[in-house]
């Protein structure tokens, strides 16, 4: 017999509101008490008294076991969140940036009070990523997971490469559409893919890696001639995170834009759908592919999760335990193209090798080895207006 979930949610935003629709749909033993949102004045489509900007409304309701959380506030997200947790509530969140950039100590708060937070809307959107790396992939050895994790940037990708649109043209219709994130670098700067990579990690690897010591290079800095070059060789650009077991028991994580060829199974993943590769020892390669963001889609995960608290699931962590051997890396050498300016530039970033140059008047790259550790340490000389850098095969 399932458990009645008492639910107070935060957020009546596009996931908030994407999850009520789906809900309402269905005869679930849940209840919907309260919401919390942040502007009182706002219209919504639901009867006032439903409604509150007091978090304490849901926080302090003795009735209320399960809170989701699906505001666009980071901090205020962790504050409910630990909140919540350490009074005995269960938390279902979607927030990546949250969940990433604090991941351990609410994997401490869970073990410490015995409460569960899922978070399965917040990596690939409707994808259902998290809980197979966690329970089907238990035992698998993973070489590695990567693939498309932002729509946003992705739907850009697709109009400037499929239907010759302008760089801003497509960024301004994605966020018209309600892919991009509020603050649009998070999505283009490869900030978001990264947070998700973060905790893939996590599930893939039993690892707890800091964002901020993941490397992140987004699209905001293609230009036509990169276009020009990946169009001529029949590629197409894509940005790719990557969680890779290297020898030595060593892990690598970056998000870096590459040139994808047409036998990889990215190359169709258009516009603000997802698409996540695993590669394994035994099971070889599989592919999700799914909508990776929106209110739907987004909130059909969400809900995945509510209803899995209703039989108590949690994530076990079981990989950290084990993790002890493992461990994150970036000393890993990468094939790369990098456009530049001013060819002074070559004499401040390290290449292993150089197997590639090209030299015009105004469109100057080389093709080489660069060690991931370099590329960190050089991050503002590469990402610098003007350069841009994309992994080669
Ligand atoms: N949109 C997507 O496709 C997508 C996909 C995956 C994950 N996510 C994640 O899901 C979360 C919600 O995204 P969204 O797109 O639904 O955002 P959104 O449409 O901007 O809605 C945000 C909601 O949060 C409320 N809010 C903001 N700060 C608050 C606070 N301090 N206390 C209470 N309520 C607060 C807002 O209240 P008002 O209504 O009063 O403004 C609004 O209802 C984010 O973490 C996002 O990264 C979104």
Redesign the pocket.
């Given at each position: 017999m399932s458990k009645k979930l008492t639910i107070g949610m935060?957020?009546?935003?596009?996931?908030?509101q994407g999850l009520y629709d789906i809900i309402k749909t269905k005869n679930l033993n849940l209840e919907i008490k309260k919401f919390?949102?942040?502007?009182?004045q706002?219209e919504r489509s639901l009867p006032a008294e439903l409604f509150s900007?007091d978090?304490s409304a849901i926080l302090d309701d003795p009735e209320i076991n399960t809170v989701v959380e699906?505001?666009?506030?980071?901090d205020?997200?962790f504050e409910?969140t630990k909140k919540a947790l350490s009074t005995g509530k269960n938390v279902v969140?979607?927030?990546?940036?949250?969940i990433a950039t604090h991941l351990q100590e609410l994997t401490a708060l869970q073990q410490k009070y015995g409460t569960s937070l899922l978070y399965e809307?917040?990596v690939c959107?409707s994808i259902p990523i998290i809980r197979n790396l966690e329970e089907y992939y238990d035992n698998e050895l993973l070489h590695s997971v990567s693939g498309i994790f932002n729509?946003s940037s992705n739907y850009i990708l697709s109009k400037i490469f499929n239907e010759n649109q302008s760089y801003d043209a497509a960024l301004k219709k994605a966020q018209e559409l309600?892919?991009a994130?509020?603050d649009p670098t998070l999505d283009v700067g490869g900030y978001d893919p990264k947070f998700k990579l973060a905790i893939v990690a996590s599930h893939a690897y039993g690892l707890f890696v800091d964002p901020n010591k993941i490397l992140n290079l987004g699209i905001d800095k293609l230009n036509t001639a990169d276009i020009r070059y990946a169009k001529e060789k029949n590629f197409k650009i894509k940005l790719i995170p990557l969680a890779k077991e290297i020898s030595n028991r060593e892990v690598v994580l970056y998000v870096i834009p590459k040139f994808i060829a047409k036998d990889s199974m990215l190359f169709n993943v258009e516009n603000e759908n997802n698409g996540v590769l695993v590669k394994a020892a035994f099971a070889d390669e599989q592919f999700f592919y799914g909508k990776?963001?929106?209110?739907h889609?987004?909130g059909s995960a969400v809900l995945s999760d509510i209803t899995a608290l209703r039989y108590d699931y949690r994530y076990e962590y079981k990989k950290h335990l084990d993790a002890q051997e493992l461990a994150y890396s970036t000393n890993f050498d990468i094939k790369v193209y990098f456009r530049y300016e001013d060819e002074n530039i070559l004499e401040n970033i390290a290449f292993k090798n150089i197997s590639e140059r090209f030299y015009g008047e105004d469109y100057k790259y080389v093709i080489g080895h660069i060690n991931l550790q370099e590329i960190i340490n050089k991050r503002e000389l590469i990402n610098q207006p003007g350069y841009f850098l994309a992994e080669i095969s």
């Open positions: 935060f957020g009546f935003g596009v996931v908030g919390v949102i942040k502007n009182a706002k900007t978090a699906l505001i666009d506030d980071a205020a997200a409910i969140s979607a927030n990546k940036k949250m809307g917040a959107g729509g309600g892919f994130e509020t990776g963001a929106g209110g889609p987004t």
